[in-house]
């Protein structure tokens, strides 16, 4: 409840000091009284933000330059160079990235190794699109939408060397490169060649056209010379038959660490990003892993990493409100790091409103003191000090609400034990803690009265202990607090050398009488501390 209460004001207080995009978040679950009192004042609940690990997302290139399966090969080359991109995604209708195309695969296409020079005749796309890259707009064409493989020749030669070249080829898989001779037109006509290019704009005769349509034979004209014309013709070919189909891609909800040496590692600068719908919606490239995170963390009411929310140790910390005791922590940089030790989150901030001289709205006023509230069991928990009842009146003041009634109000608005299996129950509010080498859980429970927990204590037992082997803990302990008879159970689970040294008044099995204890923090740590260096001496 602090948490929650202290981290909504601290929030709007960050946002009336300029920090306009400063949000509340939690990592937790809210329980029926965190509810309850959020209702009361009208108030959402915070973001719940599970993981703030820096992730594909935060650093990748938003702005892709994409290709479509049938852009072709000089369009690519066009847009590779206006952009400076060596690597382009090439994407399906659907909006898929279905591989890349890339400067080094073209360059191979348009100058082959010896052993395949042949390939520099091959020509492989529609008419349509040759018609396209030629920017021809009086093409007359024959089943110009199909695909098809042709070679290209280069009619340079005089009519009868090269109706003898014509014979070893398959003429309706031809595309010839012409200029104004009409003998070269006329004889490739005849033998139904299955595209005429001609080149330098020169114009067809009537004649020729009639011919040509007479033998299904396409014409295209070239504003470009022959060489030019030829090159154009094989930078026709839609990329799609140019792409790796072989990369490596990832999807943008990926932590970085989790993919940092596989894409490191591997042979690819660039890595197509898509969304749960499979879309492309980024690009990672191996130089955004070292961009900085623009994310940043304020915590409040807790400083140890591990009771901060996941990933909390990979992103910037830029404050910490707390009134706990102070965990390790190490920061880059110094940072505003309030500490103070009263018995709630909720007074200091409370007082950073007065100090700052800023409004406090009766909704957030009401809030804060719920968390007073909860935290000191109304100012009668141990850890209440003069700072908490001064806060606590001057937040009574400003809602009208009295503290004594909201307090039964609030703790008799939901009982976890009622309102939870054990193994929720447990870890509702579960604090974790580092010492000596050990690692140790305590949760802690506020109730009226003892007798759900006896109800169910058998089966808290057992939800603890394997709460306790599941986390590899040398214990962990449930505090049960009645807020009305100021007194506590204590459950306990774990090594039992460790157990055997509780010096509490025992129950039953594992169930501790803690008449007075109610504050986990400054009663039941320092205790639990003490039994675990005892053991360590045993
Ligand atoms: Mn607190």
Not at 168 to 174: G, Q, R, V
């Amino acid at each position: 409840m602090d948490s929650i209460c202290s981290a909504l004001a601290y929030a709007h207080f960050k946002q009336q000091l300029g920090m306009n995009h400063a949000m509340a978040a939690r990592c937790g679950d809210i329980n029926d009284r965190i509810e309850h009192v959020l209702q009361k004042f009208g108030v959402a609940p915070p973001r719940f933000v599970a993981d703030v690990r820096p992730r594909v997302r935060d650093v990748m290139q938003q702005k892709v330059v994409q290709v479509g399966m049938l852009t072709s090969a000089w369009e690519a080359m066009e847009i590779m160079d206006r952009t400076n991109i060596r690597s382009l995604p090439i994407v399906d209708e659907a909006l898929r990235c279905c591989g890349l195309v890339s400067v080094f695969k073209m360059s191979k296409f348009f100058l082959p190794a010896q052993a395949r020079l042949a390939d520099t005749r091959r020509i492989l796309c529609s008419l349509d699109q040759l018609a396209d890259t030629l920017k021809c707009d009086d093409a007359e064409m024959v089943n110009s939408q199909v695909e098809e493989e042709l070679t290209l020749m280069i009619g340079a030669m005089s009519a009868e060397s090269f109706e003898s070249r014509l014979s070893h080829y398959d003429t309706n898989k031809l595309l010839l490169v012409v200029g104004d001779r009409e003998d070269i037109q006329e004889a490739a006509i005849a033998s139904k060649v299955r595209v005429l290019v001609v080149t330098g704009n020169l114009q067809v005769s009537d004649p020729i056209r009639a011919k040509a349509r007479a033998n299904g034979v396409s014409i295209i004209r070239s504003a470009h010379d022959s060489t030019t014309t030829a090159m154009l013709c094989r930078a026709a070919i839609p990329v799609r038959h140019l792409r790796t189909e072989h990369f490596l891609h990832f999807n943008e909800d990926e932590p970085l660490a989790q993919i940092r040496n596989l894409a490191v590692s591997s042979q690819f600068q660039a890595f197509p990003v898509q969304d749960a719908h499979g879309r492309l919606v980024g690009i990672l490239s191996k130089t955004d892993f070292i961009k900085p995170v623009n994310r940043q963390l304020i915590l409040v009411d807790h400083n140890e990493l591990s009771q901060a929310v996941e990933g909390a140790d990979q992103v910037e910390i830029i404050e910490i409100v707390d009134h706990h005791r102070i965990g390790a922590m190490t920061t880059q940089k110094p940072i505003l790091f309030v500490n103070r030790p009263v018995g709630s989150t909720c007074t200091i901030v409370t007082e950073m409103f007065l100090q700052h001289q800023v409004k406090l709205p009766r909704d957030i006023a009401g809030l804060l003191l719920a968390g007073i509230i909860s935290d000191t069991l109304n100012l009668t928990s141990p850890t209440a000090t003069d700072l908490d009842a001064k806060m606590l009146k001057t937040l009574e003041t400003i809602t009208g609400i009295k503290a004594t009634s909201f307090t039964e109000e609030i703790f008799s608005s939901g009982s976890v034990l009622k309102q939870r299996l054990p193994e929720k129950a447990i870890v509702n509010d579960c604090k974790i803690y580092h010492e000596k080498g050990h690692t140790f859980s305590v949760a802690q429970i506020e109730e009226i009265g003892f007798q759900e927990f006896w109800d169910q204590h058998e089966r808290l037992s057992l939800a603890l202990e394997s709460y306790q082997k599941q986390g590899s803990h040398t214990f962990s302990a449930l505090l049960i607090t009645d807020v009305v008879r100021q007194g506590s159970l204590l459950l306990v689970v774990g090594e039992q050398k460790l157990v055997d040294l509780i010096e509490y008044k025992q129950r039953r099995l594992g169930v501790y009488d803690l008449p007075g204890i109610v504050s986990r923090k400054k009663q039941l740590l320092p205790y639990l501390t003490k039994c675990l260096m005892a053991a360590e001496n045993l």
